[in-house]
């Protein structure tokens, strides 16, 4: 079955880049995922990337697919106070009829 | 739409005592999921449903935890008898029918703490 890996937890300081990177087992994905997650709220979709895609930006976020490591990573521009939350990088594959498998979450804590 | 609503927010009960958790999803969504957050686990998916009938109960961890789905607004998670390794954040999430991106809509959780 699928395994999503990813880093507990991350520290950037206010200003600079956020990366948070996970790893994935079954190559079969076709769907890949990073939701956030703030404090005592549920989790948010940010934004997906598809299989066939190896880069999708959206106005801060960066989004890498590397394939063949079976790679993604989250880049946060600029990353605000407000980007402190717990990230999740999440997979679905056609062959488990879509079925989103999630990594634990990356805490990313902003410092001053 | 109020987006998914859980029910209750916070759960304090004992070890053997009935819990009962509440969902009620986004109107028209075919899809209603209960996961479970731990910090040892992460979030783990327990039972899935689509149009009302559960697809895949796999992660249901015992016969203690049954989830029911009586019509399309409405879904309980029941944990019977309660114990202390089931005190976690219980969530609730729908979505469309096969949407493209698949995008999950996630309740505000229900926190259980079993003494």
């Known amino acids: 079955g699928e395994d999503v890996e990813q880093s507990l937890f991350l520290s950037v300081r206010e200003g600079d880049s956020s990366v948070i990177n996970c790893t994935y087992t079954d190559s079969s994905s076709t769907y890949l995922y990073w939701y956030k997650q703030e404090p005592g709220a549920g989790l948010q979709l940010l934004t997906y990337?598809?299989?066939?895609?190896d880069m999708k930006q959206d106005q801060r976020l960066t989004v890498l697919l590397n394939k063949k490591d079976k790679h993604l990573s989250l880049r946060i521009a600029d990353t605000q106070t407000g980007d402190s939350a717990i990230y999740f990088c999440a997979g679905a594959a056609m062959n488990r009829d879509d079925k989103i498998i999630f990594g634990k979450g990356t805490r990313l804590h902003i410092l001053p | 739409d109020a987006g998914v609503i859980q029910s209750p927010r916070h759960e304090v009960t004992e070890m053997g005592q009935e819990v009962t958790l509440r969902c009620k999803p986004i109107?028209?969504?075919?899809?209603l999921f209960w996961y479970r957050q731990t910090m040892m686990r992460g979030l783990e998916l327990l039972i899935y449903f689509n149009n009302n009938v559960p697809i895949d109960d796999s992660g249901m961890p015992e016969d203690r935890f049954s989830a029911k789905m009586p019509n399309a607004s409405f879904s309980t998670l029941k944990i019977q008898p309660s114990e202390p390794r089931d005190s976690a954040v219980y969530f609730c999430a729908s979505s469309l029918e096969r949407s493209g991106h698949g995008e999950l809509f996630f309740g505000e959780g229900s926190r259980l703490t079993v003494l």
């Open positions: 990337i598809f299989s066939n895609m």
């Open positions: 109107s028209g969504h075919d899809y």
